[in-house]
């Protein structure tokens, strides 16, 4: 079990997939090559995109450590964001555990496939929790290095309160992507077990993903 853990046709008022909306005899038997997870914090997204990777065969690149972060919870410039990110989605296959809003169109122009880790909100929120307080007692390097401790987690750089500040736009932009029908469809999970028997079973990739299109395009 996971629980710690393109583009669909301009017909289509919605790119949005509900997992037991589609079961897995209906997906093709190829995973999506270029994958992006999406959810709020304290979703699992990170090991979600690792199990992916794990699964289909494709390189994971991680929001936090490739793009967000250096040493000493600096923040990477705007411009080396904007180079890595158009380097990641260039290659032909890849997975990314996360998408940040000042860059997420550029990887969103060559996604195949966005996995939404829709659970609920106490799961998300009480994982986050636990987490924090495993890391900050552990002293576990996350993010290039960088170490969460208790004062950190009681400032307004606290990850915790970061859950509460994004929540809300979070759950805007895919809403946002799930009505725009020029975005990569959207595959959404309600339950950790729902994830972990997509995986089960390949991570086929759903009806709506437009690979055969790209590879036309391309």
Not at 199 to 211: D, V
């Amino acid at each position: 079990m996971f629980a710690d853990p393109s583009h669909a046709p301009c017909d289509e008022p919605s790119t949005s997939i509900a997992f037991f909306d589609v079961t897995v005899r209906t997906m093709t038997a190829a995973p999506a090559r270029r994958v992006v997870f999406h959810g709020v914090t304290g979703s699992g997204k990170t090991l979600a995109a690792h199990a992916y990777a794990a699964v289909a065969g494709v390189p994971a690149f991680s929001a936090d450590d490739d793009l967000g972060w250096l040493p000493g919870w600096t923040g990477r410039p705007i411009e080396d964001k904007y180079r890595i990110a158009a380097g990641i989605a260039a290659q032909d296959r890849w997975v990314l555990d996360s998408a940040y809003s000042s860059w997420r169109d550029i990887i969103l122009a060559r996604a195949e496939l966005i996995v939404f880790l829709d659970y609920p909100r106490w799961f998300s929120l009480g994982r986050l929790t636990r987490r924090t307080i495993r890391r900050i007692i552990r002293r576990e390097l996350v993010c290039n290095g960088n170490i969460e401790t208790l004062g950190r987690a009681l400032t307004k750089d606290s990850i915790i309160l970061w859950h509460f500040r994004s929540f809300t736009s979070k759950r805007e932009a895919i809403e946002r992507i799930q009505a725009d029908p020029s975005m990569p469809p959207v595959l959404s999970f309600e339950r950790p077990r729902e994830l972990a028997v997509w995986l089960g079973a390949g991570a086929p990739a759903p009806p709506l993903s437009n690979a055969s299109r790209r590879d036309t395009e391309e």
